[in-house]
């Protein structure tokens, strides 16, 4: 082998440490931005505020009745269940509340939540109007009874 050969050879190998470095680097990074969602609670609302989680199918609201105090802030943190492929509505689902000016929308396979303090007792209907036949669907509306 000649000595151009050599330094060639030489010359080539010294990325191969770097290459693999990088390419553990970019992979760790792309698996720590998948896991993480996973385990990062997000914050749970202002403080005092009562917590509803509310998953959203084909097959209806998971949740039928809430109950809430009057004055006291209540989070509801839908979601939906479907994905895009749902010929219905695309996969979004809805929480409305019209009485309260309420109306989150989540995206499919996706979380999203609203704040609100019912103001007095009283017995609201929501309702999802965005998929699966809409407010006509008896699995797609619930009440949220609020008390004193």
């Keep these: 082998m000649t000595k151009l050969m050599k330094g060639k050879r030489a010359r080539r190998g010294r990325w191969k440490p770097w290459a693999y470095l990088l390419i553990v680097a970019v992979a760790g990074a792309g698996?720590?931005?998948l896991v993480v969602p996973a385990f990062w609670d997000g914050g749970s609302g202002p403080t005092g505020a009562?917590?509803?989680e509310i998953k959203g199918t084909m097959g209806g609201f998971s949740t039928e009745v809430i109950r809430a105090k009057a004055g006291r802030p209540l989070t509801v943190r839908l979601t939906s269940v479907d994905t895009r492929f749902h010929t219905d509505g695309g996969g979004k689902h809805q929480f409305a509340i019209d009485a309260l000016g309420v109306n989150i929308i989540a995206p499919p396979e996706?979380?999203?939540e609203a704040t609100f303090t019912p103001p007095g007792?009283?017995?609201y209907e929501y309702y999802c109007d965005v998929c699966c036949g809409g407010r006509a669907n008896p699995t797609m509306q619930g009440k949220l009874i609020v008390e004193s």
């Design 31 to 33: 698996a720590g931005w």
């Design 50 to 52: 009562n917590v509803v």
């Design 110 to 112: 996706g979380t999203r």
């Design 121 to 123: 007792p009283g017995v």
